[in-house]
């Protein structure tokens, strides 16, 4: 069975950092693309970034560009992702996704995902 385990998230300081962890199983991860996500409450969800395990493209959304980093650990099946100057708009529940092939447009079309994990909760203090 496919599994994604979301880790990492809490509450850290505005201008702080933390890297969200997302654990796979069940499938073969390396094609795989893993996208992250995060819904605040009250709006849609939104795309963030994305590895595609093939290739090691990465893609970024324009709200992350130039303080996040995305990496994966082939050995330990887990994608990471790291965000430095939180800012309070960063809150909000962080999932991943498991999407077949490469990252293509799946931060646009979060359906495009074949796999999601339940999420980690963000909280940016001021």
């Known amino acids: 069975e496919a599994q994604l385990v979301e880790s990492g998230g809490g509450l850290v300081q505005a201008g702080g950092s933390l890297t969200l962890s997302c654990a796979a199983s069940g499938f073969d991860f390396g094609d795989h693309a893993i996208a992250w996500f995060r819904q605040a409450p009250g709006k849609k969800r939104e795309g963030l970034s994305c590895i595609s395990n093939s290739n090691g493209e990465t893609?970024?959304?324009?709200?992350?560009?130039g303080r996040a980093t995305i990496?994966?650990?082939?050995?330990?099946?887990?994608?990471?992702?790291?965000?430095d100057n939180l800012k309070p708009e960063d809150a909000g529940t962080y999932s991943c996704g498991a999407r077949w092939g490469l990252c293509g447009t799946v931060l646009l079309l979060p359906s495009m995902t074949d796999y999601w994990g339940q999420g980690t909760q963000v909280t940016v203090s001021t």
């Open 71 to 83: 990496s994966s650990d082939n050995t330990k099946n887990t994608v990471f992702l790291r965000i």
């Open 59 to 65: 893609e970024y959304a324009d709200s992350l560009k």
